[in-house]
């Protein structure tokens, strides 16, 4: 899709990281250190206060704002830009002990002792007006600071509260969603299965182990309540900032989900992003692990990019956490291999990055994540390694400054939703351990990738009317609407590609009657009649083009009603179809009716890339392992090639090109992990 | 053993499922659709009304029988015969709100929230009575009526509830147990270990994570009053039935254990079986596994069928719930592969099933198991593969009518005993990993399954006179009477197979003094000094009737004590017996020192067979992965040939034979997963 | 070390273990079998009243000590020694009904049922009365009595309760420790961090899985505490036997690790082993096993021994329990083979053991542990494997006598410190699955164990002063004066081995600034800049001393300041070193900057041993699997060679030697599992 260029809230590219003196107030030695240090690691931007409260506000009523007002004038004086955060995220043990409602009640319906982070109710009212006036503290004090530049709200939010308020808060949402009638929530449900039929609004509770957890109904209502609850305190949060500082930015920082590389999925961010102004996120991708090839972990890492990038329709993100070597929470915790670093880091700039944010800029003397990786080590000078790819990709930042406020332009949309995530995990049905809806997302993905082809990966009610491609792969839940829209776009000429276990339910789980894919069956073209699940190993061949491939975990039976078989399975004395293709006004819709090796997929989509006109302009052919990507303003297109491999690569360019650094170049060599961007003007 | 013919509860068999049409009354148009697929799909038995209680009472007090009356009525219609359930598997939600001393409370001592099913206390006044209560409405309302067949006492009884009621039960079970004695308490407990003695009743309660769990007599104890607190409520269940229908049998679904085919060991079912009139059973195996060859399972089910068959001496059981295709809640759930589905039920049949009933007629919309193999499957009609599976067996299964209340004559039986597998399972010893009986019994079973010689399996203290070989793989425990009674047997000349750790502790878990294998030792001529386990893959040899075996997992070094040995373990200066054989009056005892491969337990099993003249009259010789399997009414025996294999297989009959399709062959060819039936007069 | 030799409790070496005929009350001829018995097995120590609470004082404040009075008197008449327990490990139930604050209270803030053993509070004021109370009676009652020979207090002290009285306890614990100042505990524990400063003493609370688990100075204090308060509790024990029976020694039974044969680490045994007379441990490895060879296991009990003989001083301790066959609680439980039990025991006896005691001396009938291996079985008569194998022994001890009270002397220590093994697990770091310290520590002292080199194991703040070799892997955690006490030693002329992750934090778990290895730069002469963790099978090889070996799992990035490369890592442009060497003073410290493969260190401390003329006088090389160690008594040395192998060994001596059964030899031949003494006059 294409978007118009977004006015970016800094000149250039934003560079630097957590900032956490408040650590350190004890010694005053350490912060001077660092604004020594800050221009030698070529920084400019710091969030700072992510978890200041008790530092702020350390007895209830008492504020301390000396040192956060010094680290602001000190921010602003170097022209520095500050991110401040909200410190709801981790509040004092003061108010935990005067207010226990705030603390959170798990599942099981203990509530938890003060501890940790991130373990407040959503709900608490106490909770919710202690957040607002600190809030409205730091924005009265800040307002027109120089150094302000953009709201860091709380800090990852995640997880749910099952207390009496909550409670409360669930059923008075379920009134809403429900019309107040409890028939429809017994049928939405289908609550007449084990005779669970609610007659009362007070029989209803949230999912517990030791209570109901089995109604797939309830449970996605009310994961679908905890992102609205969120939002709702979310909201509580910025209210006190938008009047008072209602020029300023707001973000709050998203996270991606490990060790398998995708986005979070407690909250539907999709419907989150709505409120926010920026979309920022943290990235902590296990590089050099055992598990994939750094070619594979790659194509995943982008795949997460480009959906926080698709949230805001395009617009340029924060990479607002990463790390400039390792991590201390991996179970195997591996250093960035030299070069990693900056090559990552480019990554997150080439899918819609405007900043490369680190946790943390000073490695904490204590407690749990001493060990994390940050800009300046324990040993507190700049002669370190990390500290010196820190400083070298800042300046690399500062010579792509131009690239700012450019973002990506796609031909082709994946269809990747919180939702059905939510359904199929859910599900009890197929294969248990592993349904694997977002690896199959994924494998599509790379196909693209791969051949350097742009990619938005949006949710199934996005726009999608302007795309030349469209791929769902396992989209078992319809929500209203959504069958119709791609309907539409087939009708219009559009390419949509979808596979087994496709329009399996509405938005309620409720199973389609009349046969799969259900309202899909019309623009597909089959009937898919059941469903089997392989065992790991266990591989069905099929033939597709002169070539043969093997299908894997998951094998539909399906029938043609309309559709022609462009693959059929092996074997058996009645092939049924591997691969369909049906035709519906101006527009093509593929099903596949199992899960295929990646060779597959490369082979199926490069045909339909070079069909779509898709292919990369920059370059005749893209060695494995190597990323080809663009970001553009209208007027100039950056491309980036990254080599995400162990082997030296090279690429014959369409041409000749000018890179970044000014040199003109009709080849590019990359050495392992090398990178280099062209700048073009369009 | 051989039992009288029992007269079946309906002509022919039965062929059905579960039928849940309370899920769809607010879609008449689905139940008109049941009516009409019913017939095309040959079935003719229904149960009803299992997670009813919500649609007949949806208030307390107020009663909604109407849609009951309904399907009652079309079922009379039909002349079809409907299984009624009592509800009390799944109450509905006002009564645990308005009465929540029903939750039950888990060994954590927590109690459980309203949610998901099977979740009741068992001894809770309110829950018998209001039990009581709609359980007397529905046979008031429909003693008499043309439908009803039989009873369904509630569903898949299971679990324990730790409230103070039942704390109370326990204690008043254990006064009577031990004569109101703690001294005898004490004493059978050995609470002298660890300074348990209680010197108060009321220092007893149930077993608990945070309480006490390593007494195993305490254990044994607890469990011994789990069943007949379960008991205890299904008598209250069934009072007003017996009362009111005393001409209608009654049933409860037993249940198997997965993924391991077993019987379910949460209930004693050989003691819960005298309180039935039929046998009935859910049955689920997991074909086409990973873990087992096809014939493996095979056997392993059929000697589920086979216990379930010996619990009431021999008279035909139900298989009340099967799956047509699959089910969603293994791991990995497969499809039936064609022709396994008509395989697998015409084995139950084979072994003394008279119904072959599903659950669930209809795939439910919503909730928990709409992705559970079903006869109606979504699409709704029946042109779907496995709807016409189903009609086929269906229409088998009208042609084996006159099978319906014939029985298996058995003349070895197997012993096991479910408190010695709770006794087993809870000792501190060998191996705590895994130690084996089940899969122990499981292999010398086999043996005989593959010769086609039936088998009844049987608890010790069981009836054995009549048998001409007992098989007694590891009998751990002896209960008061039973080593007795084996000494008997073998004195009147039969023959007694035991194996290493048998005779080991008396009904309380106290070892017996003086020697292992205990009260067994006069029976067998052993003393079985230690006992050593293996790790898996370690194996020592032994030879026997000129050919070498593997022992492994578990091996005792035992002493002749009037036995001979007929083979000894390799290596050692002083090489230990290995297999004994010791003559007693009439009979010999065989006793096995260690675990052995399945290839010993076959050639030694063969001989026995051989000497007792066992060997299948109708077949030379069985190929692997057939099973032959002969039901008998005392006029006709019905012979099965089942071929639980990927191969066409072939078998030569002695002298010509007519089929249950009329044809006279002398020859048997069965194509995988292929079968045929061989009627003879007697 | 040098120790001076110590007076031993009794003459001779005490043989016997745990006798429990509380259990047989109610079968005397049992307890007569018992007296009838123990001088066949060559017995003459029994440990007693171990859990004999309930049979001494069945209801409150009534006492029953006749029978206790009756085994003391018996044992005196035989010249049997005993081990009077105090009764505290297992209270009767009685008393939990009577006091419920008593049971302790979990982390998760559950108070447990009554149950099992070892599960009471350790602050409870009323438990702590009744148990000075029972010690008090026990105390009066034998005080002057023949039999009675040492205290055994309570049974195997571990876990913690966490109750208010627990909690009130840590906080005035952490006032002291803190001096009253919340600021210098918030510093300590970097509070800062995720805002979890403390601003009243009534916030903290102990560590809980819902509450604070990630302060490692919470967590890491919480466990000192634990500690204390549990020696607190054993001083309230042992408050009347010091009065009334100030002559006898004192001890309490330490445990060991499994299934990886360590110490027990839920106590700073270093710290509690300053209260008590003697060192006392029960040991259960699990010979046989599949993960280890024989000879390996066989160095890792011995180097658990040399820490607990190393507790005090080098003073003899007592083998308080073992097993003379098997153990019932292992994964998989295999008996000893024949010749293991004596060798196991005698290795005891070379490492310091003036003791082999076990649990127990006859088999339980009933509860959890009837299957553990005892002297006498269930079968009770003496004519057995393993009553014979005791026997046996017992009469090698006799023989033995005269070795009772000599010690060790070692010139080698290895540092493995309770608090630093608490610090890096606990840590958030590097490998979250396995951070390796005792398998590395174990690693380094296998090298000198297969030479024969005799080893102290010493915690870090203990005396290194008279060592000529000492080595400290991985000390992560240097609390005050370590750094220094290390330095001046190898000034001093010491030698020193240290390894990466050394020098990283201090007693509160905060890192040292300015460089790692902290306080021991000047020492070793490099900084570590960075750790990467390598996943397992992943090696990186290095060169030194003309042969190529694999460093594993863990590899720093250091740099030299002031110590020269002896080995450098292969590969990479600017190869860095993996092992440094630093010339301090008068001594030599070494740096390994990796985990390295065994032949690694086997090769490496041969060439020290060498160097400083460390190697084993007696024999002029040890054959692989053969363990040599030497008792002496100032007068006489006892060395000792077993063959912890499966196959036969042979030693040259250095010159002619008397062994203890009286030959002469100059050559040592061992049997599989065989064992040689020899005396030689100092």
């Known amino acids: 899709m294409k978007y118009p260029p977004v006015h970016p809230t800094v000149e250039g590219m934003m560079h630097g990281g957590d900032y956490n003196p408040d650590q350190w107030l004890h010694m005053p030695e350490i912060i001077e250190e660092d604004f020594r240090l800050m221009p030698l690691a070529h920084c400019n931007t710091f969030s700072i206060n992510i978890f200041g409260w008790s530092a702020i506000e350390p007895e209830e009523g008492v504020y301390t704002f000396a040192w956060l007002d010094d680290i602001m004038d000190r921010l602003a004086e170097k022209g520095y830009h500050?991110?401040?955060?909200?410190p709801s995220g981790a509040r004092p043990a003061w108010l935990s002990k005067a207010y226990p409602e705030v603390l959170r009640v798990e599942a099981d319906r203990r509530r938890n002792?003060?501890?940790?982070?991130?373990?407040?109710?959503?709900?608490?009212?106490?909770y919710r007006q202690k957040v607002k006036q600190i809030n409205r503290k730091l924005?009265?004090?800040?307002?027109?600071?120089?150094?302000?530049?953009?709201?860091?709200?709380?800090?990852?939010?995640?997880?749910?509260?099952?207390?009496?308020?909550?409670?409360?808060?669930?059923?008075?949402?379920?009134?809403?969603?429900?019309?107040?009638?409890?028939?429809?929530?017994?049928?939405?449900?289908?609550?007449?299965?084990?005779?669970?039929?609610?007659?009362?609004?007070?029989?209803?509770?949230?999912?517990?182990p030791h209570g109901e957890s089995m109604i797939h109904g309830h449970n996605l209502d009310w994961k679908r309540f905890v992102t609205d609850q969120t939002i709702d305190f979310y909201r509580n949060e910025i209210e006190p900032l938008r009047e008072l500082t209602p020029e300023i930015k707001i973000t709050t920082n998203f996270m991606?989900?490990?060790?398998?590389?995708?986005?979070?999925?407690?909250?539907?961010y999709r419907k989150f992003a709505d409120e926010l102004d920026v979309i920022s996120w943290d990235s902590y991708p296990g590089w050099h692990g055992e598990k994939q090839s750094t070619e594979a972990l790659a194509s995943d890492v982008a795949f997460v990019h480009d959906i926080y990038r698709s949230l805001k329709g395009g617009q340029p993100f924060l990479l607002m956490e990463s790390t400039p070597s390792l991590v201390n929470w991996h179970d195997v915790n591996r250093a960035k291999k030299p070069g990693m670093h900056e090559l990552s880091s480019l990554q997150a700039v080439a899918h819609g990055a405007d900043a490369i944010l680190y946790f943390q800029w000073r490695k904490s003397r204590g407690s749990s994540e001493k060990f994390h990786g940050a800009v300046v080590d324990h040993v507190g000078h700049e002669h370190t390694r990390v500290f010196q790819e820190v400083a070298q990709l800042g300046r690399t930042l500062e010579q792509l400054a131009p690239v700012a406020g450019s973002t990506v332009e796609a031909d082709v949309a994946i269809i990747y939703d919180w939702e059905n995530q939510w359904a199929i995990d859910d599900a009890q049905a197929t294969n248990n351990i592993d349904k694997g809806y977002a690896s199959q997302v994924q494998s599509h993905y790379r196909s693209f990738w791969k051949h350097g082809v742009p990619v938005d990966v949006v949710s199934m009610n996005d726009d999608i009317s302007t795309c030349k491609i469209v791929v769902a792969p396992m989209l078992y839940m319809l929500k209203p609407g959504v069958a119709e829209q791609i309907e539409a776009y087939v009708k219009n000429g559009g390419t949509f590609i979808a596979t087994y276990w496709s329009g399996i339910v509405d938005e309620t789980d409720l199973c389609f009657l009349g046969g799969f894919p259900g309202p899909l069956k019309p623009v597909l073209g089959v009937w898919a009649e059941e469903?089997?699940?392989?065992?790991?190993?266990?591989?069905?061949?099929?033939?597709?083009?002169?070539?043969?491939?093997?299908?894997?975990?998951?094998?539909?039976?399906?029938?043609?009603?309309?559709?022609?078989?462009?693959?059929?399975?092996?074997?058996?004395?009645?092939?049924?179809?591997?691969?369909?293709?049906?035709?519906?006004?101006?527009?093509?819709?593929?099903?596949?009716?199992?899960?295929?090796?990646?060779?597959?997929?490369?082979?199926?989509?490069?045909?339909?890339?070079?069909?779509?006109?898709?292919?990369?302009?920059?370059?005749?052919?893209?060695?494995?392992?190597?990323?080809?990507?663009?970001?553009?303003?209208?007027?100039y297109a950056y491309t980036f090639f990254m080599n995400f491999s162990e082997y030296e690569k090279r690429l014959t360019l369409n041409g000749e090109k000018k890179t970044i650094h000014g040199e003109t170049i009709n080849q590019v060599t990359l050495r392992p992990y090398g990178w280099e961007v062209v700048v073009e003007a369009i």
């Open 82 to 86: 500050a991110i401040l955060a909200t």
């Open 256 to 268: 991606g989900n490990y060790p398998h590389m995708r986005p979070f999925l407690g909250l539907n």
């Open 531 to 635: 469903i089997d699940s392989l065992y790991k190993h266990e591989t069905v061949p099929f033939t597709w083009n002169g070539d043969t491939y093997e299908a894997h975990s998951f094998i539909e039976r399906i029938h043609l009603k309309g559709a022609e078989t462009i693959a059929a399975f092996q074997g058996g004395s009645s092939p049924t179809p591997a691969v369909t293709k049906n035709r519906l006004g101006k527009g093509t819709a593929y099903y596949m009716a199992s899960a295929n090796e990646q060779r597959f997929y490369d082979a199926f989509y490069e045909l339909l890339i070079n069909e779509h006109g898709l292919a990369s302009p920059i370059a005749a052919s893209i060695p494995t392992g190597v990323s080809v990507q663009t970001r553009t303003n209208g007027e």
């Open 139 to 208: 924005a009265e004090r800040y307002k027109g600071h120089p150094a302000l530049k953009m709201w860091h709200i709380s800090n990852e939010y995640g997880g749910a509260c099952h207390c009496d308020y909550c409670q409360d808060a669930f059923r008075a949402w379920l009134k809403r969603r429900y019309d107040n009638r409890l028939d429809k929530l017994n049928a939405a449900w289908w609550t007449g299965f084990w005779s669970h039929t609610y007659t009362d609004w007070e029989q209803i509770e949230s999912p517990a």
């Open 113 to 126: 002792l003060h501890g940790q982070r991130h373990n407040h109710c959503l709900t608490s009212p106490v």
